[in-house]
């Protein structure tokens, strides 16, 4: 099975308007990390926003949030009043609890393009 | 604003040849993470060090790949004998510890040409 999944390979939005990017997981542990990142079109890998497994409030940072719903292992990205800017690609990630299991795994990515 | 850099942003090399990709980590982190991104792919796995070992790996992480800490500063990652299939982006992670909710900061990657 996936460890993460992200359904949409692609995704248009108007500029200004928001856009929920969805994410799932598949985890076992009860400790664990998501993260989503951006991937501009000249290749770095820009930090978002995290959310703890513990953490019973959603995380917010500037226009982008997540929507959290832990029960159905969900961790959708959602940026508000889209700018021209963030048309890239978005990475979800998950960093699980196991001491000694160190690796984030990467959803395949949702390219996000912003319409003017 | 501390940040993980990696040099060359961009290397050719030939088949068969050896390269060696170069990170400086952020300075206080402790565990260091080689990642890769074939072109139009998710980002996979490739190796943890931390102590001066590596702490995991990935099944991609074959006998061609070494990694090494020659100094206080930098992290990097040897592969004896490209292939073209090594083709990809490669990037460098660090992070202050290993905990679920520790964020690893990537640096901005090397592109890897082999040709």
């Known amino acids: 099975a996936q460890k993460i999944t992200q359904t949409q390979p692609g995704m248009f939005v108007q500029e200004k308007e928001a856009v929920t990017l969805d994410c799932t997981y598949d985890t076992s542990d009860q400790s664990y990390g998501l993260f989503w990142y951006k991937q501009p079109s000249s290749g770095e890998m820009i930090f978002l926003i995290y959310?703890?497994?513990?953490?019973?409030q959603n995380a917010t940072e500037g226009r982008y949030s997540l929507n959290f719903q832990k029960a159905r292992k969900s961790a959708n990205l959602v940026i508000s009043a889209s700018q021209l800017g963030d048309s890239a690609m978005y990475f979800c990630a998950m960093r699980e609890g196991r001491r000694g299991y160190q690796k984030v795994t990467f959803g395949i990515g949702t390219k996000l393009q912003v319409i003017p | 604003e501390p940040e993980v850099t990696q040099t060359p942003s961009h290397q050719v090399t030939q088949m068969g040849q050896e390269v060696i990709l170069r990170c400086v980590p952020i300075s206080n982190h402790l565990y260091f993470y080689w990642y890769r991104q074939i072109l139009g792919q998710k980002v996979e796995f490739l190796v943890s060090f931390y102590n001066n070992e590596i702490s995991e790996k990935s099944e991609i992480f074959d006998d061609q790949f070494s990694v090494e800490r020659p100094d206080g500063s930098n992290f990097t990652l040897k592969i004896r004998s490209t292939k073209l299939e090594d083709s990809a982006m490669y990037f460098c992670?660090?992070?202050?510890?290993?905990?679920?909710?520790?964020?690893?900061?990537f640096g901005q990657g090397t592109r890897l040409t082999v040709v």
């Open positions: 959310q703890g497994s513990y953490d019973e």
């Open positions: 992670a660090s992070s202050r510890a290993d905990r679920a909710g520790t964020e690893a900061f």
